[in-house]
């Protein structure tokens, strides 16, 4: 359980970061929290050949928000979403999310940007991305350019992150008035990868659902998000019949992946009871 | 004031809070070298070759070892119940022809430093010749190794056991019940994982093993044996040990290949185990699967019961033989009288880590499977579970009860116990009537929420005997030394209260000695919940004779006549005159040594027993499943130190509920292990532990011990499976629902929603 050696550099600052990652290309991996990756290098499962780690890059630790979104730096730790980063519906939301991320002290270290750099499916990180269709800001040499979250997730700890590039900030849509969220998660213990979860945010007005996000993670190559069913919420009041629906429509859209921890039969079954939690909890 | 029975502050705790605690990993010697194991990655094949050169080659390394460097050396033998016909299933410290599972030691490296000699394994490279693995222990016998042991195959033994007329019993009962339960594989897993420094002194020709746990001077005799060197040259030296469960501190190849490597390559020799090998190749444990027939009579009483098993052992059959199993099939019973009893116990290898012992082998599995067939009997018959259990209990006046078989080569004699008492204590506790009422309410408004109780019989205390030696020193201090073993379980302090209790010298006075081979000739070490039984007689009996040679030395100096002298607080007093000396004092005007030896024998196993009650709640749509309320009722007949009982009982019970819903050892079809890390192989946390209430009874103290004490060590496990799975059933409804531990979720969400 030791790591093949490589080599350690630790620029400064964005900038030099990407020039670092200009340099080393291939053989180049970025170390953030580290919280997935010395765990990886560790079991020889990953053997970069240099470390470029950003902790010293004091210019990407930020939360920024910025009229209708929320931008969050490379070097944003978990934690910091402990309690609500900005006032209203999306602060409420990732502070409600982040509890169910691993365990105190890995929030500490490890990084919300870094989350989705890695792409694991069961990453809740992830899931809020995708389900609330944040913007990632891809940065290298040559500039920087956007991604959308259904461009970015490519599947099983793949995304549209480029050798060279640095996933230097994501943007969150800030939920405006009216929006509330749900979150329901299983998992086998306490801070484990979930066995399937699903996000809600619904926006409510005059007891009528005007705007929906729907998502769930843990069950297949990346996180879901369910756009057709948003649609079927829109102009319905809430209520357990529809949400029941919408969770069986859920359920019958996705054909979950198996491991040691759930057969495909029961993370079937998972989808539609933790869709029907997070969509009772965000109307309620 | 007795310094028995009080929770007294541990010893252990100041260097360990301190940070002066010195586990394997801390030990070091100038000039030491790593050594890392090159690991089967197949399950079972033959080796067609093993290409070393490369990893030679590479720059920091001194060695690469494979079976033909150690040709010389013999497979590990049993430490014990050897039973005819398991020898040509022990394990060599390198595998020779054949690897047998996935982390099967196929060569070493050595290096200079861990990095390089984890570089160089990688570029060792084995050819092997897949063949089918095996990994039913149900399916017919397989060949061991075709072609190095042909016709040998994969049932080295099988146990059986019987008493009573088990036709009669079938031949007139009301009701015959058949089930088939499993346990699954699972282990001990200490916090620190294995690790040892060997050292060679060429001047002394001594070679020593730091890193020693459990049964150093069962070890060092073995070790001496396998490398042919003289038992006083062979030295270990336990530090402190970060738990051990049964399955830490046994002889395994990595403890022979550094002391090999020491001696023969002439430089201390370093291994630290990581966790991933630590979970492929230490012991695993459990992994049984029973088939009874229960014969029972209208009131619901087993009149005879009939079981077949057959324990999965995994590659090889290791250090404890058929302990397992035999412990299995003798104590399956338990506290029930069911006067005609048969069993058959298939011991099966497969191409799984190889298993042994682990807190409360044989019991865990058994105790899950009897107290399954009380539940299943009160289900058929219509009755309450505990009235049916109330039927069976053996009465407190067939005390001593006379099982009719052995175990461990030891007659089986329950000593004593007054089982209908506590069990009506236990209900009293929980103000049963009451609980099942708020919990039937609870149902009621749609929750699935269960009671499970489960009765059990433990063993502690082996024999054949213990030996300490105890001496008062210049400073006023006692050292007792003892060849016990300490794991982390609070040793020094019992055996210091059980000496405090005769001496009168505060235990902080009291250092004691535990786990040189150097400092006492033999010694047992600790399992099978012996240590306090054990070695706290012979202390008792040691004290005592310090005691009396402290007042026949003091006699003369303080001119005093002996029957005059008593031993208080540590000082020898005259009770005419209240003239005093201390025990420092009385060594050094005495020609004689002021020291004594205690040595305790016992043919039988004492017998504790007691209660689990689990409460659970289930999601029966998300199929997870809660532990609310965790109970256990346990008489150990006499506690030394309650704050430590309880520790152990409450330790015990984490893991008890670790193996009924959580801990699982899972192959795919090719036999490779799923669950190689933390992140698979999922052991309780302080978040799924529900808070454990201990009920401790000192009803039934042990006839066949100056101390009256049992064993501390193991009752918090032995029900727990047994009760989770019954209060799973009564949550939701479903007698006999649960047939299999663990209760994952996956495989509660196939019983409850079939496809």
Redesign the interface.
Same mark, same amino acid.
């Given at each position: 359980?030791?790591? =093949?050696?490589f080599v350690y550099v630790r620029p400064g600052s964005r900038s030099e970061i990407v020039a670092a990652l200009a340099e080393h290309g291939a053989d180049g991996k970025v170390l953030a929290g580290g919280q997935s990756l010395v765990a990886a290098m560790n079991?020889?499962l990953a053997r970069p050949g240099v470390i470029i780690d950003i902790n010293r890059a004091g210019d990407l630790d930020y939360l920024r928000p910025s009229g209708d979104v929320l931008a969050i730096g490379a070097l944003t730790r978990h934690a910091a979403f402990h309690k609500p980063p900005v006032e209203g519906p999306l602060g409420a939301l990732l502070a409600k999310v982040v509890r169910h991320i691993a365990h105190y002290p890995i929030r500490q270290r490890g990084t919300f940007t870094g989350s989705l750099a890695h792409a694991d499916p069961a990453s809740e990180w992830c899931l809020v991305a995708a389900t609330l269709g944040a913007e990632m800001v891809i940065a290298n040499n040559n500039g920087e350019r956007t991604c959308p979250a259904a461009e970015f997730f490519r599947g099983t700890f793949t995304t549209a992150v480029g050798e060279q590039d640095l996933l230097a900030e994501v943007r969150l849509p800030m939920l405006g008035a009216g929006w509330r969220s749900g979150f329901h998660e299983?998992s086998?213990? =306490? #801070?484990?990868?979930a066995?399937a979860m699903s996000l809600a945010a619904l926006k409510l007005e005059n007891g009528v659902i005007t705007a929906a996000r729907l998502g769930v993670g843990g069950v297949s190559d990346r996180a879901i998000r369910l756009s057709k069913l948003e649609q079927e919420l829109v102009g319905k009041p809430p209520s357990k019949a529809l949400f029941q629906d919408v969770a069986a429509s859920a359920q019958a859209g996705i054909r979950p992946t198996a491991d040691?921890? #759930?057969?495909s039969?029961?993370r079937s079954?998972?989808i539609r =009871?933790?869709v029907g939690r997070a969509l009772t909890e965000a109307a309620a | 004031m007795s310094a028995i029975g009080r929770s007294l502050k541990r010893l252990e705790d100041r260097p360990l809070l301190t940070g002066a605690g010195r586990f394997a990993a801390d030990n070091r010697a100038d000039g030491q070298i790593h050594m890392r194991v090159v690991r089967s990655p197949i399950a079972f094949g033959r080796i067609v070759g093993i290409e070393t050169e490369d990893a030679a080659a590479l720059a920091g390394v001194v060695a690469v070892w494979t079976a033909a460097d150690i040709a010389d050396l013999p497979p590990i033998d049993f430490r014990m119940t050897r039973i005819a016909g398991l020898e040509p299933y022990r394990q060599h410290v390198l595998a020779r022809d054949y690897v047998r599972y996935v982390g099967d030691p196929v060569a070493v490296v050595f290096a200079e430093d861990p990095y390089t000699a984890e570089d160089a394994a990688e570029l060792v490279f084995c050819d092997i010749e897949e063949e089918e693995p095996c990994l039913d222990a149900t399916a017919e016998p397989v060949p061991f190794m075709p072609e190095r042991h042909p016709g040998l195959l994969s049932e080295p033994a099988t146990i059986v056991k019987s008493y009573g007329d088990i036709d009669a019993a079938f031949a007139g009962a009301a009701h015959v019940l058949e089930l088939e339960l499993k346990v699954g594989r699972h282990t001990g897993v200490p916090l620190e994982a294995r690790g040892a420094l060997a050292v060679h002194d060429r001047e002394t020709g001594m070679l020593t093993m730091y890193g020693a746990a459990k049964v150093p001077h069962y070890n060092r005799d073995s070790i001496a044996r396998m490398l042919g060197l003289p038992q006083d040259k062979v030295r270990l030296s336990e530090g402190h040990v970060g738990g051990g469960f049964g399955i830490r501190g046994e002889l395994y190849p990595e403890d022979v290949l550094v002391c090999a490597a020491a001696y023969r390559l002439g430089v201390p020799v370093k291994w630290v185990e990581d966790r991933r090998e630590h979970l492929m190749a230490a012991n695993h444990s459990r992994d049984q699967v029973h088939r009874l027939r229960a014969a029972v009579d209208p009131n619901g009483f087993v009149r005879g019961l009939t079981d077949t098993f057959f324990t999965d052992q995994g590659g090889y059959v290791r250090t404890h033989g058929g302990t397992v199993s035999d412990l299995a099939a003798a104590l399956l019973p338990g506290p029930y009288l069911i006067p005609a009893y048969r069993v058959e116990g298939h011991i099966r290898l497969t191409n799984k880590t190889p298993s042994g012992t682990y807190r409360a082998p044989g019991r865990y599995e058994t105790t899950f499977v009897r107290e399954r067939l009380m539940d299943a009997v009160a289900a058929r018959l219509g009755l309450d579970a505990v009235e049916v259990r109330r039927v069976n209990l053996i009465p407190e006046d067939r005390m001593p009860f006379d099982r009719g078989i052995e175990a461990l080569g030891t007659h089986v004699l329950y000593d004593s116990g007054k089982y209908h008492d506590l069990l009506e204590r236990t209900l009293k506790h929980l103000d049963y009537a009451a609980l099942r009422s708020e919990l039937e309410n609870r149902r009621a408004a749609g929750e699935a929420v269960g009671l499970g109780l489960a009765f059990f019989v433990e063993k502690s205390g082996l024999g054949p005997h213990d030996l300490v030696r105890m001496a008062v020193l210049p400073d006023d201090t006692i050292e007792i030394v003892t060849g016990a073993a300490s794991v982390g379980q609070g040793v020094e302090t019992v055996m210091a209260q059980v000496c405090s209790d005769v001496i009168g010298m505060p235990i902080e006075r009291i250092r004691v000695v535990h786990g040189q081979t150097d400092r006492i000739p033999i010694g047992f070490g600790a399992f099978a919940s012996r240590v306090t039984v054990m070695t706290g007689s012979a202390v008792k009996i040691a004290s005592e004779a310090l005691r009396d040679k402290a007042c026949a030395l003091a006699a003369p100096l303080l001119q005093a006549d002996i029957d005059d002298l008593v031993l208080e607080a540590g000082r020898v007093v005259s009770r005419s005159s209240g003239a005093g000396i201390g025990l420092a004092e009385i060594a050094s005007q005495s020609a004689e040594a002021l020291d004594a030896e205690g040595l305790f024998r016992a043919d039988h196993m004492n017998y504790p027993y007691g209660i689990h009650v689990a409460q659970v709640r289930v999601d029966t749509e998300l199929c997870g499943v809660k532990v609310e309320r965790y109970l256990v009722a346990y008489d150990i007949g006499r506690m030394i130190n309650p704050m430590l009982v309880e520790g152990q009982i409450v330790g015990a019970a984490a893991q008890g509920i670790g193996g009924a819903l959580l801990e699982e050892f899972v192959y795919d079809e090719a036999g490779q292990p799923l669950a190689t890390s933390f992140a698979d192989y999922l052991m309780p946390t302080a978040h799924e532990m529900p808070p454990v209430e201990v009920l401790v009874r000192e009803d039934a103290p042990s006839p066949q011990n100056p101390l009256g004490v049992k064993g501390a060590g193991e009752g918090g496990i032995t029900a727990a499976g047994a009760a989770i799975a019954a209060a799973v059933d009564d949550a939701l409804g479903r007698p006999g629902l649960v047939t299999r531990l663990p209760i994952v979720p996956t495989r509660l969400h196939a019983s409850l929603y079939p496809r």
């Open positions: 359980m030791k790591p =093949a050696s079991f020889r299983f086998r213990r =306490a #801070g484990d990868f066995l040691i921890h #759930g057969s039969e029961y079954d998972l =009871a933790v | -």
